[in-house]
Nanobody, 114 residues
């Protein structure tokens, strides 16, 4: 069983930045494909960004050029740097780990509002 713990969410003004972190409790973190997803009120959970074990990335069109996913395998951590935040980025952000099995974190709230 892999535990994922997200942090870094909060309230930020439009145009601001936040960095989310997700720490995974596994000895083979480098083998996992890691992803960030989000779910806004009344909407389905959607992909934000994915980073494979080989280093390839994929982003939702709505965040391309503003968000960056990265990982530090030595720290078992995946990050999501979010810049130029918009009100429509408001959601609960979830970390996902996939390697033979899929694991989800409990989520961290991001609110973009003036």
């Amino acid at each position: 069983q892999v535990q994922l713990v997200e942090s870094g969410g909060g309230l930020v003004q439009p145009g601001g930045s936040l960095r989310l972190s997700c720490v995974a409790s596994t000895k083979i973190f480098s083998m996992y494909t890691m992803g960030w997803y989000r779910q806004a009120p009344g909407k389905q959970r959607e992909l934000v960004a994915v980073l494979s074990s080989a280093g390839s990335t994929n982003y939702a069109d709505s965040v391309k050029g503003r968000f960056t996913i990265s990982r530090d395998n030595a720290k078992n951590t995946v990050y999501l740097q979010m810049n130029s935040l918009k009100s429509e980025d408001t959601a609960v952000y979830y970390c996902k780990a996939a390697h033979l099995r899929v694991y989800w974190g409990q989520g961290t709230q991001v609110t973009v509002s003036s």
